[in-house]
Structures are given as structure tokens and as C-alpha cells.
């Protein structure tokens, strides 16, 4: 059984003009393997880390949600958000709270309290690490 150098080995001896031509195809496979892998661990890496950034500010704000006889609310007179992006309760701090509208509450029940936004947070990190690890190896067969 004979090793890809070997067979290379082979080529350039009996014909050293379609060696080159192997060669070069083979660097332009590679290169073409290089920039796809490189597009889309970028985006990988860039919606990682941004969906890493909004759980910690939506458990931050989710801090500031009291629960109270099934119902939910925000601590000051003008309450928080969690859309577009989390902002935590703002207002003069009285004895006043505020109820959480229906997407506000919804979201927070069965998004942040039930853990499926850490859950997808995990998931995209173990595809990033995945997807690292098999560039890598790809990478390191390729040399």
C-alpha cells in the first residue's frame, strides 16, 4: 500500500510536468478548503461570542425580576426590557413595581428561567471547539 508522498514521488519521476500540475491543483483545493473553513469559523466565532455577551446581560437583568403570587414585575417605577437587548429596570427606586409585559414574562419563563438560552449558548461553544478541531486536523492532513 502506498503513501500519498510516495505516490507523488512516483508522478514526478515518470512525468515531472503533470507533478506540478497535481501539485498546484491540490494547493488550490487546500486553498479552497482554507477560505470556506475561514468564512464560517468567523461567523461562528462572532455569533458566539455576541450570544455569549446577551445571556450574561439577560441573566443580569432576569436578576432583577421578582416573583410574587404567579406574577411577574420590575422593582422601579420604569421597568426593564429584555428586547432588543437586555436593559435592566431603570426609575426613580419606590416602593413601586412594575409588572412585566406578556413578551417580557413569556421570554422569561420559557427562555431564561427554563435554561434554554444557556443551553444554546453551550451548544454553539461545543460547535465552535468542534469546528476548530476538525480545521485543524484537516489542516494538519493537508500538510
Same mark, same amino acid.
Given at each position: ?9 512516483? &508522478? ?10 497535481? %501539485? ?8 479552497? #478548503?482554507? #477560505?470556506? @473553513?475561514?468564512?464560517?469559523? +468567523?461567523?461562528?466565532? @462572532? ?10 446581560? +439577560? ?6 425580576? $421578582? /416573583? /410574587? ?12 426590557? =429584555? $428586547? ?8 426613580? +427606586?419606590? %416602593? ?5 409585559? %406578556?413578551?417580557?414574562? %413569556?421570554?422569561?419563563? $420559557?427562555?431564561?428561567? @427554563? ?10 461553544? =461545543? ?7 476538525? &480545521? ?8
Amino acid at each position: 500500500m502506498k503513501t500519498h508522498y510516495q505516490n507523488h514521488l512516483e &508522478i514526478f519521476f515518470q512525468n515531472p510536468k503533470k507533478h506540478k500540475a497535481i %501539485q498546484s491543483n491540490t494547493q488550490l483545493t487546500s486553498l479552497k #478548503i482554507n #477560505i470556506k @473553513s475561514t468564512i464560517t469559523l +468567523a461567523i461562528l466565532i @462572532s455569533t458566539t461570542s455576541i450570544l455569549t455577551a446577551y445571556t450574561a446581560s +439577560a441573566y443580569y437583568v432576569a436578576s432583577y425580576v $421578582y /416573583e /410574587e403570587n404567579g406574577r411577574l414585575w420590575w422593582p422601579n417605577s420604569l421597568g426593564g426590557s =429584555f $428586547y432588543p437587548w437586555p436593559n435592566r429596570p431603570t426609575g426613580i +427606586a419606590f %416602593q413601586l413595581l412594575t409588572p412585566l409585559n %406578556q413578551a417580557d414574562s %413569556q421570554y422569561y419563563l $420559557y427562555i431564561i428561567k @427554563s435554561g434554554v438560552l444557556i443551553a444554546l449558548t453551550l451548544l454553539l461553544w =461545543f460547535t465552535l471547539f468542534w469546528k476548530v478541531w476538525k &480545521i485543524r486536523k484537516t489542516h494538519s492532513i493537508h500538510k
